[in-house]
T-cell receptor, first 111, second 116 residues
Framework: GENVEQHPSTLSVQEGDSAVIKCTYS??????FPWYKQELGKGPQLIID?????GEKKDQRIAVTLNKTAKHFSLHITETQPEDSAVYFC??????????FGQGTELSVKP | DGGITQSPKYLFRKEGQNVTLSCEQN?????MYWYRQDPGQGLRLIYY???????QKGDIAEGYSVSREKKESFPLTVTSAQKNPTAFYLC???????????????FGDGTRLSIL
């Protein structure tokens, strides 16, 4: 079955710097790749997603890139702010009802 | 505002007891999901339902049961057969898992279950 690996598990950056989180997936049939942000004590929030027919997608300071050949996708956050501090999860899906999640990255943005 | 309400926020279970976690949504979404989250791990799918009166097992369904009698409600029962139930449980919904949406878009704020 599908397996998703996420790195790094923790990431600390200075405010204003960029942050990059990477995920790899095992099943080449995966066609949907969302990213979620989870704040302490809260449920995850969908922040951006990409489908397999697109190589890159941007939404203000957040972007996601997909390399289908290498089977990896990445989340890029530019001009980081303290409120970006949270746990970020990637996921991959073949069946639209079933997502396989990565292990999470705890991002800390230091003022 | 529309959203997903999970209750209670904290729940304690004695050995051998069944407990039921509530999940209600007022988003008029067809699909609903239950995930389990353990420390340092990603979310794992327990059960999902694409439509009322229908549900499918996820990757870790053993020891859990669900019902979907109403569109807005998808309760999860953690049975005594679940030997390691201590975890953070998240309910989610999406417009339709067969439509243009893909997987859960909205999550509740979770229920933390602990064993006494």
């Amino acid at each position: 079955g599908e397996n998703v690996e996420q790195h790094p598990s923790t990431l600390s950056v200075q405010e204003g710097d960029s942050a990059v989180i990477k995920c790899t997936y095992s099943d080449s049939a995966s066609n949907y790749f969302p990213w979620y942000k989870q704040e302490l004590g809260k449920g995850p929030q969908l922040i951006i997603d990409i489908r397999s027919n697109v190589g890159e997608k941007k939404d203000q300071r957040i972007a996601v890139t997909l390399n289908k050949t290498a089977k990896h996708f990445s989340l890029h956050i530019t001009e980081t702010q303290p409120e970006d501090s949270a746990v970020y999860f990637c996921a991959a899906s073949i069946d639209r009802g079933k997502l396989i999640f990565g292990q999470g990255t705890e991002l800390s943005v230091k003022p | 505002d529309g959203g997903i309400t999970q209750s209670p926020k904290y729940l304690f279970r004695k050995e051998g007891q069944n407990v039921t976690l509530s999940c209600e949504q007022n988003l008029n979404h067809d699909a609903m999901y239950w995930y389990r989250q353990d420390p340092g791990q990603g979310l794992r799918l327990i059960y999902y339902s694409q439509i009322v009166n229908d549900f499918q097992k996820g990757d870790i369904a053993e020891g859990y049961s669900v019902s979907r009698e109403k569109k807005e409600s998808f309760p999860l029962t953690v049975t005594s057969a679940q030997k390691n139930p201590t975890a953070f449980y998240l309910c989610a919904s999406s417009i339709s898992s067969r439509g243009s949406s893909n997987g859960p878009k909205h999550f509740g704020d979770g229920t933390r279950l602990s064993i006494l």
